[in-house]
């Protein structure tokens, strides 16, 4: 075997080895995003729930005294 034939087969095994099918890593990492965005969104509507509540409930009870003249 020649030293070009040893570079030959060095070469090709190194691309077979850094160039490895990355869909399936990708396809993880979205669901961690989409995991990561529940999760933020939970926690704001947990967060921010009573005092959107209350604020809610203050304006209706505003409008229904105004209507109800």
């Known amino acids: 075997m020649s ?3 040893s570079w ?4 090709t095994h ?3 080895r850094l160039s490895s099918d990355e ?3 990708s396809l993880v990492e ?3 995003l989409v995991g990561l965005i529940a999760i933020v969104c939970l926690v704001a509507i947990a967060f921010f729930g009573q005092s959107t509540s209350g604020r809610y409930s203050s304006v ?10």
């Open 23 to 25: 869909r399936g890593a």
């Open 14 to 16: 190194v691309r077979a």
């Open 3 to 5: 030293i070009m034939d």
């Open 8 to 11: 030959q087969y060095c070469l």
């Open 60 to 69: 209706a009870s505003q409008v229904g005294g105004a209507g109800g003249g």
């Open 30 to 32: 979205y669901a961690l």
